[in-house]
């Protein structure tokens, strides 16, 4: 699990974090699995080369988005 703090946000602690999680699964041949309910954050991690494989309906405006990475 990755989190950075709101008053981190939006300034590219991110995705160093995120590239450490795909080195890692990588020597072990693992995917990289995330779970978001923020479009923007999915959008985000599609970008960095996750994959958008499944939306949940949480309720009648909320959303999961799952995404992974293969190893």
Do not use: C, W
Request: glycine share 8%; proline share 3%.
């Amino acid at each position: 699990m990755l989190a950075v703090k709101k008053e981190y946000q939006g300034k590219g602690f991110m995705r160093p974090l995120v590239e450490t999680a795909f080195e890692v699964a990588g020597q072990g041949n693992l995917p990289v699995i995330v779970s978001t309910d923020a479009k923007l954050k999915k959008d985000k991690y599609e970008h960095i080369g996750m994959k958008h494989v499944n939306t949940r309906t949480l309720g009648e405006k909320s959303f999961m988005y799952d995404l992974v990475r293969e190893a």
